[in-house]
């Protein structure tokens, strides 16, 4: 918790300040304000859907399109491969763990501007402005997910004995989204033309990730270090426990958790850092 010091003997004057090092950003501080974040992230969701002419249909809306547009122009047109199983099913498993990092991570990175009247009127743990946005992505998730089972149905396709294996993948995506969200959000913080590269760094990353064609396309030699963009291994394993294709991620899927790992330690080293200075650069 932040450390309180008492200008003087008998003074009911507290003085709250940040805790030293982000090493004790500590899980207490986010656990004493869990219903903070709770009403943040709930927040979050009905703001995203207030006042809107379809509602929570968006939620299924955007990937259905998304897997429409990549099945005629990838699939037909191009004739990109999709390790034996229906072009749609391939596009959509893929899709669904992008959805959930992409607008996890677009969200949480403008957090803090968005939230300026919170950060100069209140102290809590700033940590959990951009973890509230992540968490309310994770009720889209849920949703599109259902729409993946009817698909599965559809096609006859009986999940993996691995599926089990589907929240560890989750746990990836979510922990990416989060060290790259405090990235960008202590960043834009200080710099506002961040939130101008977040839609065109999203783009070029989504074409990086295996989502309309296999990583199998990837040569041999190339395919662990390809593992260095983490949602590659997300992918791959959202497919491999899903529809069993592609093998085991093996080898690229440790070298996306261990980037994975690198991008949150240092961007909570980095967020904790700068922390001190958000009331007055915001």
Not at 9 to 30: K, T
Not at 31 to 49: G, N, Q
Not at 183 to 209: E, G, M
């Amino acid at each position: 918790m932040a450390d309180r010091v008492a200008e003087a003997a008998g003074s009911s004057l507290v003085v709250i300040r940040p805790s030293r090092g982000w090493a004790r950003a500590s899980l207490r501080d986010l656990w004493a304000y869990r219903e903070l974040l709770y009403f943040l992230a709930w927040r979050d969701v009905k703001v995203r859907y207030k006042q809107t002419a379809l509602g929570v249909a968006w939620v299924v809306i955007q990937p259905l399109f998304a897997m429409l547009v990549f099945s005629v122009f990838f699939g037909r047109l191009a004739g990109m491969p999709s390790d034996g199983v229906p072009y749609p099913v391939f596009a959509f498993c893929a899709l669904l763990p992008w959805q959930l990092f992409a607008h996890a991570l677009t969200e949480s990175s403008t957090s803090l501007v968005a939230n300026q009247n919170l950060v100069t009127k209140v102290y809590f743990p700033r940590l959990i402005i951009p973890l509230a946005p992540v968490l309310a992505s994770l009720l889209d998730f849920v949703i599109a997910f259902g729409i993946l089972l009817g698909m599965l149905a559809y096609y006859r396709i009986t999940p993996t004995p691995w599926v089990w294996t589907l929240p560890l993948f989750l746990l990836l995506a979510i922990t990416l989204a989060i060290g790259v969200g405090l990235w960008l959000a202590a960043l834009n913080a200080r710099y506002r033309d961040v939130r101008y590269t977040i839609p065109f760094l999203t783009q070029i990353w989504l074409f990086a990730t295996p989502i309309a064609y296999p990583s199998s396309l990837v040569p041999e030699p190339w395919r662990i270090w390809y593992g260095l963009n983490p949602m590659a291994g997300v992918v791959d394993g959202f497919r491999w426990a899903l529809l069993g294709t592609g093998g085991a991620p093996g080898g690229l899927l440790a070298v996306s958790a261990a980037a994975t790992l690198v991008i949150l330690v240092s961007g909570l080293h980095y967020f904790r850092r700068t922390e001190r200075t958000f009331a007055d650069t915001i």
